[in-house]
């Protein structure tokens, strides 16, 4: 799957086997399937992105899929988004040690990047429910582009729920993709969503609150 590559996916395993574990950002239970369940799993997602594209990671904590795309796919350009201190301070040190020239890390918050930044395609995997993750990522998505949420069994529950969310964010065509199953006992399912119009950059009133989950100040960031 990743061919040339090989020797760099190695690299990064091995620095999420130790780094990443011994700073809690990867479970000692997931070490023995980290291959099978997180690194060729977030390898497939790379399939569904067109060529030469721009893509952002939203919360990509250990980076995952973020940086596993950035190596299998050394054209497109990455950013790696992530507000927290310890998981952005792993995330450069991973850029550095594997010498990732199509990655950049951002330590922020999505929607503090609204209006400011835009993309071809915005990832995601496991960071909050899909009703969320849209008004997070789809001002992020340029026309034309696709949000791609890697989620689990739920999937397509938690996208017949959001379907007033992506209507109101300018989506169109939702659906519910496997990836890869013919190669991987555990293939991943994708939400795709493709951006149809610039949604709003604010959400007012009890909408905004209700579809970040937000009703009250963030707490400080470390």
């Known amino acids: 799957m990743f061919a040339q590559e090989l020797p760099r996916i190695e690299a990064y395993a091995d ?3 130790h780094a990443g574990t011994q700073r809690g950002l990867l479970g000692p239970r997931e070490v023995p399937r ?3 369940r997180h690194l060729l799993n977030c390898g497939v997602l790379t399939d569904v992105i067109d060529g030469s594209a721009t893509v952002a990671d939203v919360g990509s904590g250990a980076g995952l899929p973020g940086v596993v795309m950035a190596i ?34 951002v330590r922020s918050r999505a929607e503090e990047l609204h209006g400011t930044r835009s993309f071809d395609v915005v990832t995601s995997r496991a960071v909050a429910p899909l009703e969320r993750l ?13 949000l791609l949420a890697m989620k689990g ?19 169109r065509q939702p659906e519910v993709l496997t990836l890869a ?20 950059l604010s959400l007012s009133g009890a909408e905004s ?3 970040t989950g937000s009703t009250r100040k963030p707490k400080k960031r470390r």
Do not use: K
Request: glycine share 4%; no cysteine.
């Open 15 to 17: 620095l999420l086997t």
């Open 34 to 36: 980290l291959w099978e």
């Open 72 to 105: 299998r796919r050394p054209d497109l350009t990455v950013t790696l988004v992530e507000p927290l201190l310890r998981r952005t301070t792993f995330l450069e040190e991973v850029v550095e040690e594997l010498d990732l020239a199509n990655v950049e890390v």
């Open 134 to 146: 849209l008004a997070w990522s789809m001002p992020l998505v340029r026309r034309g582009g696709h």
């Open 153 to 171: 069994a739920s999937a397509a529950a938690e996208l017949a729920l959001a379907q007033h969310a992506v209507e109101r964010l300018g989506g």
């Open 181 to 200: 199953a013919n190669l991987l006992s555990s293939p991943p399912t994708v939400v795709r969503v493709q951006a149809d119009r610039v949604p709003p």
């Open 209 to 211: 609150r209700r579809m």
